[in-house]
């Protein structure tokens, strides 16, 4: 069985840091980008972060400098650090995994989520 799951979640005030983890099994992970997406309350679901199968990362503007996506393959784990967080990034966050890169169009796997909330 395919699964990614997602914790590390929780509730963090503004300026705070957050390191939420992708643990991944039931397919060959070093052959698959993970990235990060998230939904925040009533709003679309948007990309966050992502690494690709050959290690070149891509992050949204809006963390950009923030937000560090890395991994350690041995343990099937992709991990993203969050730093100096607002409440504008309060949402649900989403691993997924895509073959080889990061498109985003289709991905081939999702975890169920972890939400992250920023207080003031």
């Known amino acids: 069985e395919v699964q990614l799951v997602e914790s590390g979640g929780g509730t963090v005030q503004a300026g705070g840091s957050l390191r939420l983890s992708c643990a991944a099994s039931?397919?060959?992970?070093?052959?698959?980008?993970i990235g990060w997406f998230r939904q925040a309350p009533g709003g679309e679901r948007e990309g966050v972060a992502c690494?690709?199968?050959?290690?070149?990362?891509y992050y949204a503007d809006s963390v950009k400098g923030r937000v560090t996506i890395s991994g350690d393959n041995a343990k099937n784990t992709v991990y993203l650090q969050m730093n100096s967080l607002t409440p504008e990034d309060t949402a649900v966050y989403y691993c997924?995994?895509?073959?080889?890169?990061?498109?985003?169009?289709?991905?081939?796997?999702w975890g169920q989520g972890t939400l992250v909330t920023v207080s003031t």
């Open positions: 997924a995994a895509d073959y080889l890169y990061c498109r985003g169009d289709v991905i081939d796997y």
């Open positions: 039931g397919f060959t992970f070093d052959d698959y980008a």
């Open positions: 690494s690709s199968s050959y290690g070149t990362t």
